[in-house]
């Protein structure tokens, strides 16, 4: 099983930058690859970016790549999401989730129900 926490969310302007991190607790010996989704209220939820366990594969959503890096620090178990060049469209609540890594591919972006574990979430609000 495995906890997760995000922190790092707040309220920028467009074209500022935010680093979440997504904090992982792990009971069992399983290693998990690791996302960022989003949601707006009244939406579904999104894909942004995700990482394999050992951190080599990543894969992120068409709209925030060249401007958003997600990276990992296994030592730490922490996970993060730098975020460049922010827009308004990127103002969601973000949530770290975890998949056991047999079960990591692209596609996980696409069905956020095939996640073993979500964070709380964190806000992020960029204004224009």
């Known amino acids: 099983q495995v906890q997760l926490a995000e922190s790092g969310g707040g309220s920028v302007q467009t074209g500022g930058s935010l680093r979440l991190a997504c904090a992982a607790a792990?009971?069992?010996?399983?290693?998990?690859?690791m996302a960022w989704f989003r949601q707006v209220l009244g939406k579904d939820r999104e894909g942004v970016a995700a990482?394999?366990?050992?951190?080599?594969?990543?894969f992120y959503a068409d709209s925030v790549k060249g401007r958003f890096t997600i990276s990992r620090d296994n030592a730490k178990n922490t996970m993060s999401l730098q975020m460049d060049s922010l827009q308004p469209e990127d103002s969601a609540m973000y949530y770290c989730?975890?998949?056991?890594?047999?079960?990591?591919?692209?596609?996980?972006?696409?069905?956020?129900?095939?996640?073993?574990?979500w964070g709380q979430g964190t806000q992020v609000t960029v204004s224009s």
């Open positions: 792990v009971s069992s010996g399983t290693n998990y690859a």
């Open positions: 989730a975890a998949i056991r890594h047999q079960l990591f591919s692209r596609n996980w972006l696409q069905i956020p129900h095939a996640s073993d574990a």
């Open positions: 990482i394999s366990s050992s951190g080599l594969t990543t």
